[in-house]
């Protein structure tokens, strides 16, 4: 089946500007998570979804990020006033429920550049 | 609180020779212990985890590791690398506070030799 999908790929942006990143889970997995990987590091954990609503959001940086979940599914990571700090890659994955031994799902990421 | 380290940003071996990628944890509770692998411009895809079940866990692509909670390790082992294995593998561990969310360690890129 299809697994978890990100668009775009890869966004250039200017400083200052405003972007939005996609998130596709697969279907029927109601856990779904946003990670932040720069450059030499590992991924670190921005915000968690279960259905629509963000039960956790302590990893997000600043009140620049922003990200919804409207009907449960699709899911969308919002930058506002971006800084060439942002730059990295952010990953999305989903589980089909929180918990053991639901493991995560990734998506490819989408690589942003702030320049 | 969890944390995860990962010994040795950069490993070489020769194709053929033993993989060992160190892992080390740090939890309050029974963790719950994963490895990613990671090829240049894709996405993390799971090699193996530990759900307090055995303690010696497979996983894909000849890859195994042990949990020692005494010494509070997950090591990933290979007993030959293959030049495919050349990739970054992650080390995690799953927060068990309600969220399930990961803490990764910082990665190990894992070279191989012909």
């Not at chain 1, 971006?82 to 730059?87: A, F, K, L």
Request: charged residues 15%.
């Amino acid at each position: 089946g299809a697994g978890v999908s990100q668009t775009p790929s890869n966004k250039v942006t200017e400083k200052g500007k405003y972007v939005e990143l996609r998130c596709d889970p697969i279907s029927g997995h109601t856990a779904l998570y946003w990670y932040r990987q720069s450059l030499g590091q590992g991924p670190e954990f921005l915000i968690y979804f279960q259905g629509t609503g963000a039960a956790d959001d302590s990893g997000l940086p600043n009140d620049r990020f922003f990200a919804v979940r409207p009907e449960g599914s699709v899911s969308t990571l919002k930058i506002q006033r971006t800084e060439r700090g942002d730059s990295a890659v952010y990953l999305c994955a989903s589980s089909l429920r929180p918990g053991q031994p639901y493991e995560q799902y990734f998506g490819p990421g989408t690589r942003l550049t702030v320049t | 609180a969890q944390s995860v380290t990962q010994l040795g940003s950069h490993v070489s071996v020769s194709e053929g020779a033993l993989v060992l990628l160190r892992c080390n944890y740090s939890s309050s509770v029974p963790p719950y212990l994963f490895w990613y692998v990671q090829y240049p411009n894709q996405g993390l895809q799971l090699l193996l985890k530990y759900t307090s079940a055995a303690t010696l866990v497979k996983g894909i692509n000849g890859f195994e590791a042990e949990f020692k909670k005494s010494e509070t390790s997950f090591h990933l082992t290979k007993p030959s690398a293959h030049m495919s294995d050349a990739a970054e593998y992650f080390c995690a561990v799953s927060d068990p506070s309600g969220t399930y969310k990961y803490i990764f360690g910082t990665g190990t890129r894992l070279k191989v030799l012909a």
